[in-house]
């Protein structure tokens, strides 16, 4: 079974503090993704990544930036964390078949992140 | 405009009805195309990816028209257990979601 970890189920951080998240997949799949979903808007995509050190931004960016260094790892940062990014964050990892198709996505249990 | 519309519902529907839900995509470059369902407070989990000639598996029926940018999920004899949200999902180079369609089945 694929399996996606993030590393925080709950987390409480204060306005201005600098928060990581992190995810991390077992299954080799080279494209990862950051949402996360608000009532009534559903997921939106923040930032997703293809390859090792490289990143695209998704639909909503500001405030946030990524790391992967390494391919099972795609991190989420908040640079200075304020509280509109109160929110439940998930990461899903893509991988990719033999036909050149990709995989469905799979997430982690996902982060819910208060912010005060 | 959303690239990806979905009806936010809720449909309350007895045991045993038919529901169908429906999906509008704006990017004519998708390729892929899935239907995920989410449970309260959970992440989202694939029910079934969507193919260009149509696919079933058990009570669930999912069609794609591509010439209309329209995707239909269709469940039959709903049960109990069918409560959740239903998520859209068209993908390119991302995968892009809906907001959902919450669906509760009741006695």
């Known amino acids: 079974d694929v399996k996606v970890t993030q590393s925080s189920r709950y987390l409480v951080k204060r306005t201005g503090e600098k928060v990581f998240l992190e995810c991390v997949q077992d299954m080799d799949h080279e494209n990862m993704f950051w949402y996360r979903q608000d009532p009534g808007l559903g997921l939106r995509l923040i930032y997703f990544?293809?390859?090792?050190?490289?990143?695209e931004k998704g639909d909503i960016p500001e405030g946030y930036s990524v790391s992967r260094e390494k391919k099972e790892r795609f991190s989420l940062i908040l640079e200075s964390a304020s509280t509109n990014q109160t929110s439940m964050y998930l990461c899903?990892?893509?991988?990719?078949?033999?036909?050149?198709?990709?995989?469905?996505?799979?997430f982690g249990q996902g982060t819910r992140l208060t912010v005060v | 405009r959303k690239e990806v519309e979905q009806d936010p519902g809720p449909f309350n529907v007895p045991e045993g009805a038919t529901v169908a839900f429906n999906c509008t995509y704006s990017n004519s470059a998708s390729q892929s195309f899935f239907w995920y369902r989410q449970d309260c407070r959970k992440e989202p989990k694939l029910l079934m990816s969507?193919?260009?000639s149509g696919n079933e598996d058990g009570r669930f029926t999912a069609q794609l028209n591509r010439a209309s940018q329209y995707i239909s999920l269709l469940i039959r004899d709903s049960k109990l257990s069918d409560s959740a949200t239903y998520l859209c999902?068209?993908?390119?180079?991302?995968?892009?979601f809906g907001a959902g369609t919450r669906l509760a089945v009741h006695p």
């Open positions: 899903a990892s893509r991988g990719r078949l033999n036909t050149g198709a990709d995989t469905e996505a799979f």
């Open positions: 969507v193919y260009s």
């Open positions: 990544s293809y390859d090792v050190k490289m990143k």
């Open positions: 999902v068209v993908g390119y180079n991302k995968l892009i």
